[in-house]
């Protein structure tokens, strides 16, 4: 269980954090959610003390970090950085032993853990193992920073906001495949992200920060349903209004493909929201969308395969 | 040309060799200060700042200006070229290495961190190979501009492809010239691309090849200097120019032919009057001819006048040397060098001129052009004016090395000029007899310290069998044959010892 008791940082230009009292519980997908500045990232960073609180502790197993070896603790601790940030003058296999050399693995231990993450990940050994950083896509080396932050079977795996920086195709992908390992390790996992939907597809439980505030704790169908301030509600609203587009409904394979006189075009970037007013003032109005024809009933259908707050 | 590089091919890769020698060694102390200074400085950006700063500051001093100041401090020779070259190159290497080391992504830095990495790890796997190309870059930088920068050794005695350039411009010897100023371009180019090369290779087989060079290079220095010291090494240094060359390769041969034992080391062309008296106080050199016209003007301090009688003026140089600075100034040879004014053989007929006094009643006629010292100089042109009543019809001041050409030229009809100089016979220029004693007489010997002549007689006694021999007629036929000829001096030297019997082979 990591701990976080009256944890304040203080900086030149103000308060980042103020009086956080927070608890992760051992083996839970954790999401720390908010806008920029919300003080999310040095909350994260406090865990493996690359940011110390002004005030305030953090306990680990209940005991106080400020008391364990920093360099002890950081060799049980995974991290996956934003864009992978692998160093770009070692090889692949060089990047993703560095912790396994620091615990001191043998070669053949070490050979065969790395083998099986890589496979696991869905990155070929044999071709992957020997590559240099350059030689890899936004999301193969994303992959290779999550099999570096596994690799010597941390206590803790820490992200930072590991996906902000890729497409939406290795973005949804890479999201599965964290939500999939998570549940098939059990270790506590702390996940970083200003993106709300990410928040709600991954976390088992999510706390959303804003100005250095805790504003709410929970699991993702609470705060959905009972937002504890207007701050939560709106940035949640926000979210949810903005982004879900009516090609993703084409995607998740609704709507045929033929020709109707009295359909509506609407584009691809408009949303279910748009698509929602439609119907809400002609109620049998068919729309066509890049020649697809959608029905109203296609919409509750769509609707239906959503997870709470969970959208795909 | 192509002949110069033959009769001179030895010479020139020995200085090639030394050229590098100097450069390679300024360049790994340069790297080995300024990179760890940079690594320290990571953690210290103030420090890092204040190290860019001062460094900076020394890249603005002109080479030659550095030079000039470390002379009171580390005397002349390598010592100071290398130490003027290490400070030179600090700047660049720091500045690169520097930057390299402080732009890293700071996203792998704290990666590296996150890990639990030793510092040790973080500096040699993840800093030092991400800032190597700035590294590299910084030190190709450095080398080239060592490289060129190293010619300038040769204004020391630091030796060098400089010497070559330095010799050309001295005795308007083009190839020589050449020689040294494309061989220089051409080493810089070649560790430019060297060390591009090397900038691919891995860190470590870049440390492991450094540490080799580093033995090798010590085991060498040390080896070479436990064979040299079985015998004796005396140092033998000149003046700018041919005939302090042919003169010392005299003194070489005449010494190694009675002293089987004693290795004469030469540095010819090694600077100027008061770098030698330096390096000969100093012990940096045993040896070197001078002028008994020179000691009086320059090195020592008398209230007397000079003596215009060449027999009083050496004894009293040689007591006074004695005296001031503890030397032995051995017994002169019989020509002198003295100062004198040239003007064109043809003129000397028409006007039938012979003499300065002669010159005098004409030399409202003439237009006059002096080497700058001479005409600065009280035993030089102000003087001469007031003994002779001379007032030509225009003065000016100009570069020695163009002023026999001027002459020969038309452009001018009277130079100042030195009693041997081979452009007296080469452009058919007469000189003008003293006849009123005025110019100081120039004499040349070998000069010492005394406590050396004193260890070693067997070498005075050598070097006392030229006193009295060498009429002025043999010295500018010699200087005629080494500056315009561009036979080699020591060839030259030799010819003459053997055609008096000087010496048996």
């Known amino acids: 269980m990591i701990e976080f008791k009256n944890v304040s940082k203080e900086y030149e230009q103000g308060l980042a954090l103020n009086n956080l009292n927070l608890n992760i519980d051992e083996g839970e997908l954790f999401v720390l959610v908010g806008p920029s500045g919300s003080g999310k990232t040095t909350l994260l960073k406090m865990i493996n003390g690359l940011n110390t609180p002004t005030t305030g502790e953090i306990r680990i197993a209940d005991e106080d970090i400020k008391n364990s070896n920093i360099r002890q603790l950081r060799h049980n601790i995974g991290y996956v950085l934003q864009a992978g940030a692998l160093f770009p003058n070692m090889t692949v296999e060089q990047n993703v032993s560095i912790q396994l050399d620091l615990l001191g693995w043998n070669e053949t231990r070490k050979h065969d853990r790395i083998c099986e993450l890589m496979v696991r990940v869905g990155l070929d050994p044999e071709t992957f193992l020997s590559r240099m950083p350059s030689e890899l896509s936004g999301g193969e080396a994303q992959r290779v920073g999550i099999v570096r932050a596994l690799a010597g079977q941390p206590n803790v795996v820490l992200m930072d906001e590991p996906f902000s920086a890729l497409d939406p195709i290795s973005r949804a992908q890479l999201q599965e495949l964290v939500f999939e390992l998570h549940r098939e390790i059990k270790t506590t996992f702390v996940f970083v992200t200003h993106d709300m939907q990410e928040a709600l597809k991954l976390a088992d439980r999510l706390a959303v920060l804003y100005q250095g505030e805790l504003q709410q704790v929970g699991k993702p169908q609470d705060i959905l349903s009972h937002p504890a301030n207007q701050f939560v509600k709106d940035f949640f609203d926000n979210d949810t209004s903005v982004e879900i587009f009516l090609q993703q409904v084409i995607d998740a394979g609704f709507g045929v493909q033929q020709t109707d006189e009295t359909a509506i075009p609407m584009g691809d970037d408009q949303t279910i929201f748009d698509w929602s007013r439609e119907i809400h003032d002609r109620p049998n109005q068919l729309i066509v969308v890049d020649q697809i024809i959608l029905q109203p009933e296609d919409l509750v259908n769509y609707m239906a395969t959503l997870r709470v707050g969970v959208i795909r | 040309m192509i002949e110069y590089l033959q009769k001179n091919s030895g010479e020139i890769i020995a200085a090639l060799g030394q050229h590098i020698y100097i450069s390679a060694i300024a360049a790994i102390i340069a ?126 005695g630091g030796g060098g492809l400089g010497t070559y350039i330095l010799v050309g411009i001295q005795t308007n010897n083009d190839n020589a010239l050449v020689v040294g100023a494309v061989l220089s371009a051409i080493l810089a180019l070649l560790a430019n691309g060297l060390i591009k090369l090397l900038g691919k290779v891995s860190l470590k087989r870049i440390v492991i090849g450094v540490a080799t060079l580093l033995i090798l290079f010590g085991g060498y220095t040390v080896g070479s200097k436990l064979i040299a010291q079985r015998t004796q090494t005396i140092t033998i240094a000149g003046k700018m120019g041919g005939e302090p060359e042919v003169l010392i390769n005299m003194y070489k ?55 215009h009688n060449p027999q009083k003026s050496y004894q009293e140089a040689k007591q006074l040397l004695k005296q001031q600075f503890d030397m032995t100034y051995l017994k002169p040879m019989k020509y002198e060098n003295d100062y004198a004014l040239a003007i064109r053989t043809a003129d000397a007929k028409k006007y039938n001129l012979k003499t300065l006094s002669d010159l005098q009643k004409l030399s409202s006629n003439f237009n006059a052009a002096f080497d700058p010292d001479f005409y600065q100089q009280a035993d030089g042109y102000p003087g001469l004016k007031m003994t002779y009543g001379i007032e030509f019809a225009s003065v000016k001041t100009m570069e020695p ?105």
């Open chain 2, 253 to 307: 041969d005449l010494i190694e032919e009675d002293n089987p034992n004693v290795k004469v080391q030469l540095k010819s062309n090694f600077g100027g009057t008061s770098f030698l008296f330096k390096a000969l106080k100093s012990g940096k050199i045993d040896i070197y001819p001078e002028f008994t016209g020179t000691v009086m003007q320059s090195l020592v301090k008398t209230s007397d006048s000079v003596s």
């Open chain 2, 401 to 505: 090395s163009l002023r026999y050409e001027a002459l020969a030229d038309n452009k001018i009809d009277v130079t100042d000029a030195y009693t041997t100089d081979p452009q007296l016979r080469q452009y058919a220029l007469t000189t003008l007899k003293d006849d009123q004693s005025f110019f100081p007489p120039y004499q040349g010997a070998p000069l010492m310290k005394a406590s050396f002549a004193k260890k070693n007689p067997k070498v005075v006694k050598s070097l006392n069998k030229l006193a009295g021999k060498i009429t002025t007629k043999d010295m500018q036929e010699m200087n005629y044959q080494v500056s315009v000829k561009h036979r080699k001096a020591s060839i030259v030297a030799k010819e003459y010892l053997l055609k008096h019997n000087l010496i048996e082979k």
């Open chain 2, 31 to 156: 790297i080995i200060i300024a990179v760890p200074l940079a690594i320290i400085m990571i953690d210290h950006p103030k420090g890092g700042e204040f190290v860019s700063q001062v460094a900076g500051v020394i890249q603005t001093i002109p080479s030659l200006a550095i030079l000039g100041l470390l002379i009171p401090f580390v005397g002349i020779g390598t010592l100071p070229a290398i130490i003027a070259l290490v400070l030179y190159a600090i700047m660049p290497i720091f500045q690169n290495s520097y930057s390299g080391l402080t732009n890293i992504d700071p996203i792998l830095i704290e990666a590296a961190d996150a890990f639990g990495v030793s510092k040790r790890f973080k500096l040699f796997r993840v800093q030092l190979p991400l800032a190597l190309p700035m590294i590299v870059s910084g030190i190709r930088i450095a080398v080239v501009l060592i490289i060129g920068t190293t010619t300038l050794a040769a204004l020391i």
